[in-house]
C-alpha cells in the first residue's frame, strides 16, 4: 500500500522495540477512529517509503505518513514532529501535547533522540500482537 489521496495515515515504529510496541498498544487503545494504520520500520512499506524519501534511509524513529490532501507528495513526519502529531491525531487530553510545539525543535528533537537511544533498556523486547479485528490495519 502505498500512501494516496484518501488513504489512512501510517505510523512506522521499531518493531523489536518493546517502547515502541507499547506505544502501538497505546494508540490502538484510544484511536476511536480507528483509521490509522501500522508498519514496523524494518517491512515492505517502509522500504517503498524510504525509495521515495531517500532522506529516510538513517531514520530509526517513529515515521507519521498521510496522503496529501491536494495534488502533492505525501507527508513524512519523524521524531518529534511525528510523536506530536500521533498526539494530535489521538485528540481529546491527548491534544495538550500539541502545547510542546512550542519548544523549538532542536530541543523536542534532543529529548526524543535521548529516550530513543535508551528505549531498548527501558522496556523488554516485546512484539506487537494485533488483535483479529485491529489486524488488517498493519501493513508488511
Known amino acids: ?10 505510523l512506522l515504529y521499531d518493531g523489536a522495540c ?18 490509522l494504520r501500522f508498519a514496523p520500520l524494518d517491512g515492505t512499506f517502509a522500504s517503498s517509503l524510504r525509495t521515495r524519501h531517500p532522506a529516510l534511509a538513517a531514520v530509526d524513529s517513529l ?17 518529534s514532529d511525528a510523536a506530536l502529531r500521533v498526539a494530535a491525531y489521538l485528540g481529546g487530553a ?26 531498548h533498556h527501558l522496556t523488554a523486547p516485546a512484539c506487537v500482537v494485533p488483535a483479529p479485528a485491529e489486524r488488517a490495519r498493519f501493513l508488511d
Do not use: I
Not at 1 to 10: D, F, K, W
Not at 18 to 35: A, F, I, N, Y
Not at 94 to 119: E, I, S, T
Open 1 to 10: 500500500m502505498t500512501a494516496g489521496s484518501g488513504a489512512p495515515p501510517v
Open 63 to 79: 515515521v507519521w505518513v498521510e496522503a496529501p490532501e491536494g495534488p502533492g507528495s505525501e507527508r513524512v513526519l519523524t521524531r
Open 18 to 35: 518493546g517502547l515502541c510496541s507499547q506505544t502501538v498498544q497505546l494508540v490502538l487503545r484510544h484511536d476511536r477512529g480507528g483509521r
Open 94 to 119: 491527548w491534544r495538550l501535547a500539541v502545547l510542546a510545539r512550542v519548544v523549538p525543535r532542536f530541543l523536542r528533537d534532543a529529548a526524543y533522540d535521548l529516550v530513543a537511544r535508551h528505549r
